[in-house]
């Protein structure tokens, strides 16, 4: 089955406590992306990429970082999480040219 | 920058309605237009995928239009369930650049 897998799922934690939110497709997508949803600003891009080693900043990539060492991982890494981090995030991934764009399951992350 | 908006921001309506929803756009060189459902706490579902050569897309009881030269994509649903009821979202990628652009969304309640 066509999917996009992140993990964990739910998560709560504490000021600065370092975390990683890992990203996976079995769909051989060049392109996948972070996004955080938060009520009243929908979806906002984080990061993204186009291929291995390629990333690029979103509109918001202040206090994330990202890695792209193989074509299936997209992990998103908060070094020093605060509060204000607090969100619904989103992996996706698609084909780089007419391809849809697939979502994974999205974690609710918690940041005290 | 692609500013895209959804109106209105939530709707209900009685079961069986035929309603159409919104999705305005300002930058017209969209190279496609995606509709996407979302259920509370869950991931979004692609429901239909335009591409900038294409006017529509049917699926079952949903079509999407595409008018660049307005600005404007809408999702007809036909016969309305309650089953439909969720938040749905458009989501754009232009030629040029390598980001998508979503709107807030509207929510759709169907009134049993």
């Known amino acids: 089955e066509a999917q996009v897998t992140q993990n964990p799922r739910y998560l709560i934690t504490v000021t600065g406590k370092k975390l990683t939110v890992t990203c996976s497709q079995n769909m051989n997508h060049e392109y996948m992306s972070w996004y955080r949803q938060d009520p009243g600003l929908g979806l906002r891009q984080i990061y993204y990429s186009m291929n291995v080693e390629v990333t690029d900043k979103g509109d918001v990539p202040e206090g994330y970082k990202v890695s792209r060492k193989e074509k299936r991982n997209f992990p998103l890494i908060l070094e020093s999480p605060s509060p204000n981090q607090t969100s619904l995030y989103f992996c996706?991934?698609?084909?780089w040219g007419a391809g849809e764009l697939f979502f994974g399951e999205g974690s609710r992350l918690t940041v005290l | 920058k692609q500013e895209v908006t959804q109106i209105p921001a939530a709707l209900s309506v009685p079961e069986g309605e035929n309603l159409v929803l919104n999705c305005s756009f300002t930058d017209s060189a969209i190279y496609n237009l995606q509709w996407f459902r979302q259920d509370p706490g869950k991931g979004l579902t692609s429901l239909l995928l335009i591409q900038s050569s294409q006017r529509e897309q049917t699926s079952g009881r949903l079509n999407a239009s595409l008018d660049k030269s307005s600005g404007r994509s809408t999702l007809y649903i036909a016969a309305s369930q309650p089953g439909d009821s969720a938040t749905y979202l458009c989501a754009l990628r232009l030629n040029t650049g390598n980001q998508f652009y979503f709107g807030t969304g509207t929510s759709l309640t169907v009134i049993p």
């Open positions: 996706a991934s698609t084909t």
